[in-house]
């Protein structure tokens, strides 16, 4: 019997490290492809536990040609990449397009043509969701995808619009499944938390958005990566299938997030929520002055996006029993303990990771990720 042959796009981010240490971890002979736009820097290499079975391959998503020699020897796809989470890398509609739509439909054919079997996609609540209503302890089986100019961000658009792809995708000949992650946090992350805590430190975390009855979801790390596997292992037999995965503890994510700031000593944030609808309009006064000056004079990274003031503005969380029924899931961190393991993490620079939906979620001043 052939040995197990991962590849991940997006392998070099944060969560496609921790897939990879895990994935070498659970089976000696398993082999690991990490499919980026640039290899793991030497911090990152502590996430592989044995580079002897992990390889690097470049891939750029947008190239049909660079997918398919990048998938070369794959027996099985965890499709992680995606392009437009949050700041100016929102607003660049081509490239959120190119990657999240053209990559998937490359990864879709490319696979197909290698004869690989298995493609475990990692979606977003941002698939279904809009903003435009509250969404309270909702199933697959509740939403349906809005329609295209529903949505107020292109992110949330291409990456329904792959999701949508994936799931037709599933037949005899290649066997699907999509996972949709609440907003993800953890330890390890090493460029964005830093840059968070410096405002923290600096007195510009004093506002929350929305009001205290907001309720959204969280998925710790190490829980996603659980789901992901089961999704893996749950094919054939569920192909076609899309899950919603969280902590499965809805919370007010200012409270969540103040969790972590009081542990490291800061009291004062959050202490003012301003109603979601004047931060909608800010926001849009933002991305128009942000177009204007994008053109003509300097591409900055807008302090929010309309898109980003929805997502923590308006309540929206999920049931997850099919996860539980059909995957085995159950919840192996509890959100306690995961929240201890971010804040008792000793290299504060190291600390912790925020990110709305596979991958960046608050303060909307963090820089765009790979």
Same mark, same amino acid.
């Given at each position: ?103 998937? $439909? ?63 995708? *599933? ?60 999704? $893996? ?60 000056? *994008? ?64 991958? $960046? ?10």
């Amino acid at each position: 019997m052939t040995s197990p042959c991962f590849a991940i796009t997006g392998g070099c981010g944060f969560i496609g490290l921790r897939l990879v240490r895990y994935l070498l971890d659970i089976d000696s002979s398993t082999r690991v492809l990490l499919l980026d736009i640039r290899p793991p820097s030497n911090d990152e290499q502590q996430y592989i536990s044995d580079s002897n079975r992990s390889v690097y391959r470049f891939c750029d998503m947008r190239s049909y040609d660079s997918v398919h020699s990048a998938l070369s020897n794959a027996t099985c796809v965890f499709h992680l990449a995606s392009y437009g989470m949050s700041g100016r890398e929102m607003l660049n509609t081509s490239m959120i397009f190119d990657v999240n739509v053209i990559g998937t $439909e490359n990864i879709i054919q490319a696979c197909l043509k290698h004869g690989i079997k298995k493609i475990i996609y990692c979606s977003t609540y941002n698939a279904v969701y809009t903003g435009n209503q509250a969404l309270f302890n909702v199933t697959e089986d509740d939403c349906s995808y809005p329609n295209e100019n529903e949505y107020c961000d292109n992110y949330s658009r291409t990456k329904s619009l792959a999701e949508q792809k994936i799931l037709k995708a *599933s037949s005899t000949n290649l066997y699907t499944a999509a996972i949709r992650p609440a907003g993800i946090y953890g330890d390890g992350e090493q460029r964005h938390f830093p840059r968070i805590l410096n405002l923290v430190r600096q007195g510009l975390a004093f506002f929350a958005i929305g009001n205290k009855n907001t309720l959204c979801d969280w998925v710790y790390a190490d829980n996603l990566i659980d789901a992901l596997v089961l999704a $893996e292992k749950s094919l054939p037999e569920h192909s076609g299938e899309v899950y919603f995965i969280s902590d499965d503890r809805p919370v007010n994510n200012f409270e969540f997030i103040s969790q972590l700031t009081k542990g490291l000593g800061y009291d004062y944030c959050f202490a003012v929520y301003i109603p979601t609808i004047i931060m909608f309009y800010f926001s849009y006064m933002i991305e128009i002055i942000h177009n204007i000056f *994008s053109k003509y004079i300097y591409n900055f990274s807008p302090l929010m996006t309309r898109a980003e003031v929805l997502k923590v503005g308006v309540t929206h969380y999920a049931n997850i029993t099919k996860a539980k029924k059909k995957l085995g899931y159950r919840v192996k961190v509890s959100p306690d303990e995961a929240m201890q393991k971010t804040i008792q993490c000793n290299d504060v620079d190291h600390l912790f990771f925020l990110s709305f939906y596979q991958i $960046e979620y608050m303060f909307y001043f963090v820089e765009n990720k790979n």
